[in-house]
């Protein structure tokens, strides 16, 4: 077996587009339109690989900095935070640890946001509330961006151009 998995996802997609789909029945289009469909799928999967890791990463970075906001608005309204402030701890500790795979860093961040929802659910009614709802829309807008550049090459964008580039989104900068 090839190690790289680069090398495996093109053999792959070289075997099915040259093997499996001319053998298809041509009585069957929905059964080639859906290889076609795995096809391109199994191609966006190979081109985003090499940013996989980097990408969970700033969305974990991302939603670690609006729960330390949402708990900092959360407290001064008197709203209770415990219960969140392990799963910014152990979000912390994920994003210190380089040796933490990209499935560790996705569970966590599934976390985090689950922790965040609870956080919205406790700060419901509270002073905080409107100001917890605006961090929530000034941090999301990076990561719908990021998302509809990660998956611009399903075609789905209006106008790509419109869209920054996914390494730009990326940067820490």
């Known amino acids: 077996m090839i190690p790289e998995i680069d090398t495996q996802l093109a053999a ?4 099915l587009a040259d093997n499996i789909l001319p053998a298809v029945d041509s009585s069957n289009p929905m059964a080639a339109e859906q290889l076609q469909l795995c096809l391109a799928t199994l191609g966006l999967v ?3 690989l090499p940013d996989l890791h980097r990408y969970l990463r700033r969305d974990l970075e991302t939603h670690l900095a609006l729960a330390r906001n949402m708990t900092q608005l959360a407290d001064s309204a008197g709203v209770a935070t415990t219960f969140v402030l392990p799963v910014i701890d152990a979000s912390m500790q994920t994003l210190a640890d380089p040796e933490m795979g990209a499935t560790e860093i996705e569970q966590q961040a599934r976390r985090l946001k689950e922790a965040i929802v609870e956080l919205i659910a406790a700060a419901r009614g509270s002073t905080a509330e409107k ?17 509809r550049a990660w998956s611009i090459g399903m075609g789905f964008e209006p ?10 989104l990326l940067s820490k900068e």
């Open 12 to 15: 792959v997609i070289k075997s």
């Open 46 to 48: 190979k081109a985003h």
């Open 131 to 147: 100001e917890i709802a605006a961090s929530i829309v000034k941090a999301e807008e990076i990561v719908i961006l990021r998302s």
């Open 159 to 168: 106008d790509p151009t419109q869209i920054p580039p996914l390494n730009q």
